[in-house]
Every structure is written in structure tokens, then in C-alpha cells.
């Protein structure tokens, strides 16, 4: 499949290295052509991954991820064009930091409403980047969320989820429960602090 995961930092970098190693085409997208963050990724990844702007990566992926700064998605999706977004299956991971002004909306529900043509799953926000790619590092199994409105969406992101080695994926419904996984980030902080290390998550325990 051909994939445009948009943003450099450390996210991008997980979620596109894992998909070239699942052999997935992948282009990471940045504001500016040729960035050296992006170049660099496409050299460790081989042949399977190249580099373009954020249209480009969008106009590119048959899914799209956005690993960009939360605070910063709105305009990376914009400048990535809704004619490169339209119909496709947008995966949106970014929170916002820090999460102190959530507004009426949380991200999720605000790139749907921006991109109403788009169809927008949230998942692996509630986990650092290292957990996104290799929940193997749990030593039992434990939960991620998936939150859309589009059911064949959410289909391709649970297809993405298991490849990436996830077994328990819980379906919150539509996309405005991204709110509750966007509100878990303070949890998350408090956990990480108290823990000493980001690799760690939750297990949603069922009774019966």
C-alpha cells in the first residue's frame, strides 16, 4: 500500500519506519521540500521510502497519518490540500501540548468538521511512539482506542493496528469519543512521571 505519513519528528519517524518494514510505500511529508530530518529518514529506509512535501505525501498515500504537532495539524492538513485528503482514510495520532485548553472540539472532531470529505480515525495517542509501533513491549496484552465515523475507515486502521502487532483494539465509536483519548494526556504525563519511562499502557479489564 502506498502511505503518506505527514510530520519528521519522532512519531513520523516510528510510524514510517514501521510501515517500510511491513513493506508498505511510504512518503514523509514536511512543509518544505527536502527536509533534512525527512531526508535522513529516507536514506535509513531504502528504496520503499521517499520524501515530499506535505501535498505530495497526502496526494501520494492511498491512508495518510498525520504525526504532526496537535497544535499545528489544522494548517498541515490544509497546506497538505482537502483535493489530496478527499475520500481517503486520514489516521490522526497527534495530541495537542501542552493539553491545557482542550476548546469545545477536540482535534479529531476539528479535522473532520475541516476535512468533511476525509474520513478521519483517531488511534495511538494514548501511547508513545515506541508503544504505537511495538506493543510487544507490554508484557501482556493491552488496550488502544480507535474513535470515526466511517466504518471501512476504521476497518483499514484495525488492519494497520494488527500488522503493527496489536490484539486488543477497542472501538469507541464515533469521532467525537476522540475526546476522551485526547482528555487521557494529562493521565498519561502524570503516569510517565511517576513510572520513570514512556513505554508502558493501560489495559481495559472486561468483567464476565
Known amino acids: 500500500m502506498n502511505i503518506g505519513v505527514l510530520g519528521t519528528g519522532m512519531v513520523g519517524n516510528a510510524i514510517a519506519s514501521k510501515l517500510v518494514a511491513l513493506d508498505h510505500a511510504v512518503m514523509m511529508g514536511s512543509r518544505t521540500p527536502g527536509n533534512s530530518k525527512a531526508a535522513e529518514w529516507a536514506t535509513r529506509a531504502g528504496a520503499r521510502g521517499r520524501i515530499g512535501t506535505f501535498a505530495e505525501a497526502a496526494a501520494f498515500g492511498e491512508v495518510v497519518f498525520n504525526c504532526t504537532h496537535g497544535a499545528s495539524s489544522l494548517a498541515a492538513l490544509t497546506a497538505a490540500g482537502a483535493e489530496n485528503l478527499n475520500g481517503k482514510v486520514l489516521i490522526d495520532v497527534a495530541n495537542v501540548l501542552p493539553p491545557d485548553d482542550p476548546g469545545p472540539q477536540s482535534l ?3 479535522i473532520q468538521n475541516a476535512f468533511p470529505q476525509t474520513r478521519v480515525v483517531k488511534t495511538l495517542n494514548t501511547v508513545n511512539c515506541e508503544v504505537m509501533v511495538n506493543p ?17 475507515a476504521k476497518r483499514t486502521a484495525r488492519g494497520l493496528l494488527e500488522s503493527f502487532g496489536w490484539s486488543d483494539i477497542m472501538d469507541l465509536g464515533d469521532i467525537a469519543t ?12 502524570a503516569l510517565w512521571r511517576t513510572l520513570g519511562t514512556a513505554a508502558f499502557n493501560i489495559k481495559v479489564v472486561r468483567q464476565g
Open 108 to 110: 479529531g472532531q476539528q
Open 136 to 152: 510487544q513491549l507490554g508484557s501482556a496484552s493491552h488496550t488502544i482506542f480507535v474513535c470515526g465515523n466511517d466504518a471501512g
Open 178 to 189: 476522540a475526546r476522551a483519548t485526547e482528555s487521557y494526556l494529562p493521565l498519561w504525563l
